[in-house]
């Protein structure tokens, strides 16, 4: 409760996107994308069936945006890691996460502009700001940290 009191914006979104889907003949948005997500169940008048419904069409919208977010990064990071200008290798992505191995030496410059490619799609979002974390390690993914480029440059 004290979160969505603190976030008002996501309510509102929510309710935005269901009175749309509602309206809609095939009871369906478009995202970012163009993909198509159809949600029959919102126009349930049961209403177990309609809560899982909107549910599952919120986190579809979220989870789909992130997904569709790191495979665009995914293609851009490849073009600059190919041309040269990122000394870098993606080797791996989780969910929304893309991991990278470089120098130590370049660590700095990779997680600077991994996380720029990430936050340059906040033009497709309007006000919701588009934030990557960088965390790094030197041994193996469970034992990454917060990594800030910053202070080491």
């Not at 209403?47 to 419904?53: F, L, P, T």
Request: proline share 4%; hydrophobic share 35%.
């Amino acid at each position: 409760k004290a979160y969505h009191e603190q976030n008002p914006e996501i309510g509102q979104t929510k309710s935005a996107l269901y009175q749309r889907m509602r309206r809609d003949p095939d009871c369906a948005y478009t995202d970012w994308t163009s993909r198509r997500r159809h949600g029959p169940g919102l126009l349930s008048n049961i209403e177990n069936v309609r809560a899982e419904a909107e549910r599952q069409m919120f986190a579809s919208l979220i989870q789909g945006s992130a997904g569709a977010l790191t495979r665009f990064s995914l293609v851009r990071l490849y073009l600059l890691q190919r041309s040269g200008e990122l000394p870098s290798r993606t080797t791996l992505t989780v969910h929304d996460e893309i991991h990278t191995d470089c120098d130590e030496a370049d660590a700095a410059k990779v997680a600077l502009a991994t996380q720029a490619v990430m936050e340059d799609f906040h033009h497709h979002f309007g006000a919701i700001p588009i934030v990557a974390g960088i965390e790094k390690t030197t041994t193996s993914w469970a034992d990454k940290k917060e990594f800030d480029p910053w202070e080491a440059t």
